[in-house]
């Protein structure tokens, strides 16, 4: 637990501090582009969904004296952008709908362009979307059990309960796909 | 149970997972991310900036109105004077009539009267605040 008492980055947040807000975006843009795009599948909505984040806890930064948990207020307000994302791109033409493959930069392609991380993808991207919430949380997020409890609204239990279920169907998912566990790459 | 350790078979997926290659964000969004967090910080304070200045002033007009009101209620003539006491004399002279009231008031009060008086305005004042500028009897001109 954190606490604007304690740790000089939230300090320097809730005093709009703009150095604060790089270091803020040092520690954990990684984590939330991630994130965004487990959940999203899209680069460019990944990226709206990154600095929408941090717009919101612009806006909200005096607020921000009053959290316990930043890495559980970012998660949670990068779930509320990717909700609002995800409502946008249902409602728009289906024309102009990519999958995360087609969304990738070519620069990045060399790095990702794998078959065997397309399968991977594909296979996550098949799992519920509760299923696929959590373990995106856990695996792209690096949260604990009890922050996507938190982030999710929902007991650390079952939060546990669906990564679990997800790991499960994962894993047969995988194995239907051929896909070896020896080595990701 | 839910908490229970991850049984071994998953252990490797897990692992699978974590060290599958992920894409990175862009170099450029960190510049346009912390680029709109400037700009918006810098609204931010425009915005804060205006909002006191309109507070104080709304607040200045809203005292204004009943130190008037109140000083026609009362019997005492203000007419401009040369030479007003000054801001600290005035406020120690409502300290002096009103020890309950903090210093912050009294001075507060102070600058009241004082742009009041020096508006030249026709108002009368109470007993109590004509003597604090200098009256010495009720209706006295200055």
Redesign the interface.
């Known amino acids: 637990m954190n606490g604007a008492g304690t740790d000089p980055l939230l300090l320097g947040l809730a005093a709009g501090d703009e150095r604060a807000f790089a270091a803020l975006y040092d520690r954990y843009a990684r984590r939330l582009y991630r994130a965004a795009l487990g959940l999203l599948g899209r680069r460019e909505d990944a990226e709206d969904v990154v600095q929408d984040v941090f717009l919101a806890t612009v806006r909200a930064h005096e607020s921000l004296r009053e959290v316990r948990d930043l890495t559980t207020y970012l998660f949670a307000a990068l779930r509320r952008a990717a909700g609002r994302c995800a409502q946008r791109q249902a409602r728009a033409p289906k024309a102009s709908e990519t999958t995360a493959e087609d969304a990738v930069a070519p620069v990045e392609r060399a790095a990702e362009d794998h078959p065997q991380w397309h399968r991977l993808q594909q296979a996550i991207r098949a799992l519920p979307n509760e299923q696929r919430e959590v373990l995106t949380l856990k695996i792209d997020g690096e949260l604990t059990f009890a922050q996507i409890a938190e982030v999710l609204g929902v007991s650390s239990g079952t939060a546990a309960s669906r990564y679990r279920y997800a790991l499960k169907k994962l894993r047969t998912s995988l194995a239907g796909r051929k896909i070896s566990l020896e080595s990701s790459r | 149970?839910?908490?229970r350790p991850?049984a071994r078979?998953?252990e490797?997926?897990?692992q699978?997972?974590?060290?599958?290659?992920?894409?990175?964000?862009?170099v450029a969004?960190?510049q346009?991310?912390?680029g709109?967090?400037?700009s918006?910080?810098r609204r931010?304070?425009r915005v804060s900036r205006w909002r006191f200045a309109m507070a104080l002033a709304a607040m200045l007009l809203l005292s204004l109105g009943p130190l008037l009101a109140a000083a026609h209620a009362a019997n005492l003539v203000l007419q401009r004077r040369e030479s007003l006491p000054s801001l600290h004399e005035v406020a120690r002279r409502i300290q002096q009539l009103s020890p309950d009231i903090s210093s912050e008031e009294s001075v507060r009060r102070a600058m009241l009267i004082r742009i009041a008086a020096e508006a030249g305005c026709q108002a009368k004042l109470s007993d109590s605040y004509g003597r604090v500028l200098g009256y010495q009897s009720p209706g006295e001109m200055l």
């Open positions: 149970m839910e908490n991850l078979e998953f490797r997926l897990e699978f997972l974590a060290s599958a290659p992920r894409p990175e964000p862009s969004l960190r346009r991310v912390l709109s967090v400037r918006q910080l931010q304070r």
